[in-house]
């Protein structure tokens, strides 16, 4: 399939959904005008979730405004302040210790686990499969406690900080064994779920051709992360940040783009989070965990790039005198957006919501992005 | 003496009515926690909450119009489907016999009817906050289609009720039928008696492809998943109910509980050849009856997303087969 | 068809047991029992042995939700020191920002796990005495703010709305 | 204890109305009502997403410009007695949002929840914790049974 039509252009009526709904859970607005219950056309409103994050940073100082980032979202919450940090760190020519880098990998593949088993269950959530949507809302809560174990908290973990990672997210022996018997528990699971799903020919039957997004479309697009990477094309930042050097793992790609592509997707996405934590796990350098010996200078535009689990994350700006400036921040819901729009189209009105779950959308941190007008 | 007989019977009636109606509040909870909650590995809530607690709550809350058109009439509607489930179960009882016109499959399928058109009704009235009437400026300069009609997500959901009752509620009609030709009657009177002459028309092949699909049209009609598509979460979240409140929530709740079990019963009478009377043992059979729908029911949807248009139509149309199947093997 | 036919098979025997004898239940009871008595555990914020009560944290907290409160009986930390007060965060006004945290000189200025933590300071190792004694490298400028901060209240306040 | 206060400490409806956060409450309380380790069911407390079916309104988030009418509307639609629970420093104090800025602070944050809708408990956290707000919901149940 090259490219998805519309089946026809008599709209015959229009069903706004939002800004509150069960499947939605976030608040936005999507109008749906469909013919015979098929959606020709959606258009997505965002704007709702609009605190101005970028603004308010600016002026902060930048330790202060790093940690604002954090509160873009609650679900790569650890992926902004991280990059946040990286931004900062790269313009200064801050030395970060090997040790850090290997905890903020652990936590940033945590919190790509957990943001997958989220989708998975979200998406079961969606159709109407309560018992699945369960069963991975359990196994997350596994990662959940993970992450409050090395964070301090269950959400905004505030883990990076300019030079490394604050020491309460170090890890010692008893921390490292918990972590490792834990991936061991998870893989599991996740093994007979995933077995559990694919086997479930109603499931899958349910999914299949759902939303389809067709590669050269989505590329066209400028989809970015998992939902491009089941689209067939092979993309991921992670293959290019220095953090990921030391570690072996691989792109995964599924065929189809449609919802059951994206569902696999996250799962086996998994695994190779679980692959990699292991890794660091077994090979963490001993030392410091946070390097205080830097200086403060003014700088131009500063710019990084991060795989998170959704897309590729964007944060600039420039140092004076310690403050931000001229921050922007590009996320990867932003790009998907256009994608979500596309997805629907030709869709059964019950579906729709599924093909924008199917982007893995989360609006609050491309409200950030939008700028309100209001006369 | 034949008064006597009439007044008792009422009062045996009256009797069986009021017992199988508490029976039945029991039902979602039973479903929630012993099936669902039980399946998803928790605890699950008490028996008691969804089924009776959840509408005596609803009964002191307080009584707000619901935004309708035609509120008196939407208000008007779970009443007459609670009073439709009510005359099904009248007419099923051996009491109810005596009186041809009710106690015939044509009387329950038209009382079926009544109940599906109940929902379209339903549906079209209902203009909750969650759709169109949310506050929220999305028609504005730049937006796509300024002037489109608009619709409820109520309003797609009487959509597809009307499409249930055109081919929804096919299945269970077939599934109705079949004991006929068994006992060569409508009448429930001489379909329980042929079978207590010859036995059980579940344990025939054409009995037991009708049980099959009449299970299929009990989830259909209960609108459980995975059949739920009138009122699916994920797109119109309870479809037609959306508006009910206090008093008239709770009358839906609790129809559904009596719907469950009076269906169950029907099965009984039409499958097994029990009616239900509480002065007979008997009644428990239809009550294991019962209990055996309402479990089957649950972990069927425990283990079904919510099922579109795609799927609906050929798990529809195989059920409608099976049926006519069942209908032929039965008048061979 | 044939797989879903084998997992319904396999599944049908876990799942009786499950319906039927209330089998592999995942929900915590500890959690529940908490719940019920509302007895609901909250984790440790401040780790009041290692904190040296300089009160900095509370004068960064943007809302305030810092009050030092005053210890029975005062401990001696250095020759011109007395630690006689420690925090208590009030967590309705708590927004989880992490200044004080920052803030906190065992964290800022010695590089350990800090001795606040909005949501749980976690376990402590941290040894006061040994870490006065220890070297700290740390700018005249970057003094200067801490030593502001610590004497005044509002001094956040002010440069964040320009000075 | 009056049959009206014994079916209501029996059936809680909830109702998740979500301002403008950053997803961490958010996500926290979906996983309260499905997580089967949380499990709000147990607790006689149900999920719903109609208003008119909900006793109490769990409100997240600081109540962005745009949030603000829905909530009204969503609060008015609910019958009485209802009570609002609001989860996350977000809807207790407006959140970093409201509270930390650089030169120009935000013009987008109506909140905090309060000053929209009265609030009957407050949760605090960031993001809230499983537990509080299940205990928060339970703690409200005297004041939802004494109301008539
Ligand atoms: S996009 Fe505009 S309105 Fe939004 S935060 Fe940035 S500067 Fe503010
Ligand atoms: S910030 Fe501007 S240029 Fe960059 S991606 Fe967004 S819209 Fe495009
Ligand atoms: S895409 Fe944005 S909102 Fe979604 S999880 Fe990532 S940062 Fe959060
Ligand atoms: S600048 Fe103009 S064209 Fe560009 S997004 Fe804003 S309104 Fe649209
Ligand atoms: S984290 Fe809480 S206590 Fe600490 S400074 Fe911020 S608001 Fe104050
Ligand atoms: S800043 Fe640190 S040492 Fe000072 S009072 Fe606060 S917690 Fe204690
Ligand atoms: S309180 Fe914290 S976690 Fe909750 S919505 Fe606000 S910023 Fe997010």
Known sequence: MEEKVPRSNIIETEIPLGTVHPAALEPYRVRLFVEDEIVQEAEITIGVNHRGIERIMEGLPVEKANSLTEKICGICSNSHIWNSCRTAEMGLGIEIPERALYIRVIMGELERLHSHFLYLAHGCETVAHETFSMRVFYLREIVMELLAMIGGNRVQYGCSVLGGVRPRCDLDEAKLQRLKEDMDKLEAGLTDFAQRFMADSILISRVTGVGALPAKQAIRLAVTGPSLRATGVARDLRTTMFEYDDFDFNVITQPDGDVKSNLLMRALESFESIKIIRQAIANIPEGKVVNRDWEMFDTDINESYIEVPRGTLYHSYALESGRVRHCIIRTPSMANIGAMQYACIGDHVTDAQLCIVQCDPCFTCTDRAIEIIRR | MFETTVINSIIALIITVVVCFLISTLLPGIERKYVHARIQQRIGPPVTSPGIMAPIKFLFKENIEPSSPVPGLYKALPVICFFVVLSILIAITPYAFAIPALSSLVAIVGLLKVEEICYVLMGSLSKSIMSVRMPFPDRVKGAAHLNTTRSFIEDISAKRSLRMITYGSFPLYLALFAPVTAARSIFLNDIVSYQQAHGPFLFTVAGGIAAIVFFIGYMIILNEYPFSIIKAKCDVIEGPYMEYASKYRSIVFITRGFLMFTLGVLFSVLFIGIPPTVFSPTILLNIVVVLIFVLMMGIFSAFTPVFTNRQLLPTILASTLLGILAIVLGLL | MKSMLQVALEGAFTNFKRIFFAADRVTDMDLRNQIATLSVEVDDRVDESACIGCAGCANVCPTNAIEMKPLANPTKITDDWVKDQVPEINLEKCIVCYYCHDFCPIYSLYGQKGTIHPSCVGDQEVNIDELMTQPFKISEDKLKVISTYLSDKTVLKNSEDGE | ?148
């Open chain 4, 1 to 148: 204890m009056g049959i009206k206060s014994f079916s209501r400490a029996r059936a809680i409806h909830i109702m998740l109305v979500y301002t403008g956060g950053c997803n961490g409450c958010d996500i926290e309380i979906v996983n309260t009502v499905l997580s089967p380790r949380f499990d709000a069911e147990q607790y006689k407390v149900f999920l719903t997403w109609n208003p008119r079916e909900a006793d109490v309104l769990v409100v997240t988030g600081p109540v962005t410009h745009l949030n603000r009418k829905p909530l009204e509307a969503i609060y008015e639609a609910i019958p009485d007695p209802k009570l609002v629970v609001a989860a996350g420093s977000c809807a207790l104090m407006g959140g970093v949002y409201k509270n930390i800025h650089g030169d120009i602070p935000s013009e987008e944050i109506e909140g905090p929840v309060e000053n929209i809708i009265p609030v009957a408990a407050k949760v605090p956290g960031c993001a809230v914790r499983p537990q509080d707000v299940l205990a928060g919901v339970v703690s409200l149940l005297p004041t939802l049974l004494d109301a008539d």
